[in-house]
């Protein structure tokens, strides 16, 4: 067996905790689209942590767009693999993906924990390891799921970032920026072109304020068509949404070099 690659990190999890992810994973064209074409539909959730609750979750959500997929559990502490239930195994395994050929990865609050030179390695080591059409979502949240930001790639680059958060219990869209991924977190700086939209999507809230008495959903939607208005490559979406929702190419908000 390959030695795990990477650190034990504190493992902290919670019930729900990765919902926001897991719904937009649920709905999004190319992640559902991947799923359903793969003809071995393997999920990975890479860090589950102490307890697997929030793996379990994601396979049964997973399961409504694809019933036949699999989902194994990985953790770097051998502590932490559990016996498998309810469909779901468990390994130990590390960024290299105990050998695994995912068509999905997700990596949640792990890399949150590693320093900003590490993202890239850790990056590449997993994009190795994915299935020819694999997807990774490297994300993080706060301890309840209110705050939830993550980046989508693919096996040679990122494509996207997303943040979703609660709507009824964030002030800002600029509050999301604790919870941004390891990768854009210390680039929310003047000049850096994530702080230019976070900027920009709070100056659009503030604007969007008579909408209030209708609701935080009402008022972000007129939110974020201001962006666009202003040239901002914002995602529209279709269906109603329950969380707030920013998602855009990650061309747009790439670190400088």
Same mark, same amino acid.
């Given at each position: ?33 991947? $799923? &359903? %074409?793969?003809?071995? #539909? /393997?999920?990975?959730? @890479? ?5 697997? =609750?929030? !793996? ?95 980046? $989508? &790639? %693919?096996?040679?680059? #990122? /494509?996207?970032?997303? @943040? ?5 219990? =964030?002030? !800002? ?85």
């Amino acid at each position: 067996m390959t030695k795990p690659i990477g650190t034990i990190t504190r493992g902290t999890t919670g019930i729900n905790r990765l919902r926001r992810g897991d719904r937009w994973m649920t709905h999004d064209p190319l992640v559902t689209g991947r $799923l &359903l %074409d793969a003809a071995d #539909p /393997l999920v990975v959730d @890479l860090g589950y942590g102490a307890s697997p =609750v929030t !793996t379990l979750e994601m396979a049964a959500r997973l399961r409504t767009v694809r019933p036949d997929l699999r989902v194994v559990g990985l953790e770097i502490d051998p502590e932490r693999v559990v016996p498998g239930r309810d469909g779901v195994m468990f390994a130990r395994g590390g960024f290299e993906l105990a050998g695994l050929r995912p068509t999905l990865v997700r990596a949640f609050n792990v890399l949150r924990q590693y320093p900003e030179s590490a993202v890239p390695e850790a990056w590449s080591t997993i994009q190795s390891g994915l299935a020819a059409d694999g997807l990774l979502l490297d994300g993080t949240c706060d301890e309840l799921g209110r705050r939830c930001a993550w980046v $989508l &790639l %693919d096996r040679t680059r #990122p /494509l996207s970032l997303t @943040l979703a958060w609660d709507p009824f219990t =964030v002030d !800002t869209p600029s509050d999301i920026a604790e919870r941004l991924p390891k990768a854009l977190i210390h680039r929310n700086i003047p000049g850096e072109p994530i702080h230019t939209l976070l900027t920009a999507a709070d100056r659009a809230w503030s604007v969007a304020a008579p909408l209030a008495p209708y609701g935080p959903r009402v008022r972000w939607r007129h939110a974020a068509n201001l962006l666009r208005e202003q040239g901002f490559p914002l995602r529209a979406y279709r269906r109603r949404l329950r969380d707030n929702v920013l998602t855009v190419p990650w061309s747009a908000v790439a670190p400088l070099p």
